[in-house]
C-alpha cells in the first residue's frame, strides 16, 4: 500500500513540469487559435505615408524611408507578388522599431513574426528580419 | 467579353483613351514655368563637358576629327551659354525669393557672367588653330577644364536653388514668402518664414 | 565638391541635360551639314550623336531606377511621370535606330537622308515633348526635391 501510495505521489511530482509546460504551449496555441499565427513573408519594408500617397519605394527610396521611420511614421511590410501590406509592429509595448529593421528599409527581406488581423488591417510584430 | 470587330475597335479605342491623355499636350509646361531660363541651362552644362571630352582625345590622341567634333559642341555651348545667361537676367525678377535664394542667385549670376568672358575666348582661342588643333594646345586644354569645372559648380548651384530652396517651383513660393504675400524680390530686407524649408529631412 | 548634387535623392536629374543639349546639337549639326554639303560638319554632328545616344541610355536607365523611389503623388505620377517614361522610352528608340543607322553609314548616309534628317527632327520633337512633362514635374510639383512637403496632387 505504501508502495501504491509513494508511486502515485512520485508520478504527480514528475508529471508537474510536464503539465505546466503543456499548459505553456496551450496558451501558446489557444492565442494563435485565437486568429494570430505565425506568419513568414518575403517582400519589401517601406514607409507607409510614402508608400501609400506616392507609390515610393525600392532602393532609391531608402535614404527618405529610413528617415521617415526614424520620424515616427510607421514601417509596413509589400508582400511580393500580392502587393498586400502588413502594418509592422515591435514585439514589446514602449518600444521603437530596432535599428537593425529601420537600417533594412527600402530593401528585400523576409520577416518572421505573429500576424494580427483587426477590422481588415493586417499587423505582424517583428520576430525577425533577414 | 464580347469579339466582335467593333467591339474591339471600342475596346481599343477605350484603352488608348484610358492610356493616353492627349489634352495634356503642347507645351504647357513652358507657359507655366516663371521663366525660360531652365530650358537653355542644359546646353552649357552638357556641351562644355563634351567639348573638353573631345578636345582632350583629340589633343593628346592626335585625332583630329575629334578636334572637329569638339569645336562643334565648344560653339554650340558658346551659344548655349549667352542664352543661358541672357534669360538668366531677364529671369531674375520674374519670381518669388527669399534672402537665402537672392545670395545664392548673386553667386550664381557672376560666374555664369564670368563663363560668357571664358567661353568667348575659348571660341576665339579655337579659331587660331593649325590642324584643328588650337595653338598651346595644353593651356587651351587647362582652361576648357577650369571652364567646364565652373560651368558644373554653377550649375551645382542653381540645382540646389531650386531643389532645396525651391527658387522657381510653384508650391514653393507659400514657403519661401512664408504666405505673407507680397514680399517678392526681398533684396535687402530679412525674411522670416514661418515654415522653414526643412531640407533634405522633409518629405 | 558638389554639395547640390550630394543632396539629391538620385542621378537622374544631373545627367539628362547631356541627352538634350548632345542630341538637339546632332540634329542642328547634321541639318547644318546638309545645307553646306560639308563633311566636316558631318563627321562632328556623327561623333555628337553617338555620345548623346550613350548619354541617354544612361539618362533612361537612371530614371527607371528613380521611379519607384521619387516621391509625387499618385496622381502626378499618372499625368506626368508616365507620359514623360512613355515619350523617353519613345525617344531611345528612334536614337537607337538613327544611331545604328549613321553607324552602318557614317557620317551621314546617303541613301534616304531626307528620311533620316526627318527622324532626327521627329526624335528630337518627341524628346522635347518628353522633357516637358519632366520640367513640369520639377517645377510645378517639386519632384526629385526637398523644397515642399509632400504629396502634392496633380492640377491641371
Redesign the interface.
Known sequence: MKHVIRGIVTTLLLMSPVSVWAQGEHEHDHAHGKGVQEITIKGELVDS??YV????????????AI??AK?GIPISMLEDGTGKLYTVLPQKDKTGYPESVINRM?EPVTLKGDLYENGGNRYVTIESVE | MTTTPVALRAANRSSLRNKMDFSLLGFQGLHQVFNVHPVFVHFPIALFPSALLLYGLGIILNWRAACVAGRACLYLAMAGTVAAVVTGLMAQDTFPHNERIHHMMQTHKTIGIALFLMSTLLVIWSILQKAQRPKAAYPFLIVLAATTYLVLQNADLGGRMVFIEGAAVKPAVSVITGEHGGHEETHTHHHETEEEPPDHQMH | MFPGAQHLQNLHPLVIHFPIALLMGAALLYVTAWLLKSERFAHSAFVVLVLGALSLAVAVATGLYAEQGVMVSLSVREHLLRPHKSYMLATLGLCTMLTVWALSARPFPKKGRWLFLFLCLVMISVMTVGADFGGRMVYDYNAGGTACRQPIQFTK
Open positions: 505615408l510614402c500617397t506616392m507609390a515610393a519605394k525600392g532602393k532609391g527610396h531608402k535614404q527618405c528617415d521617415c520620424a527600402g
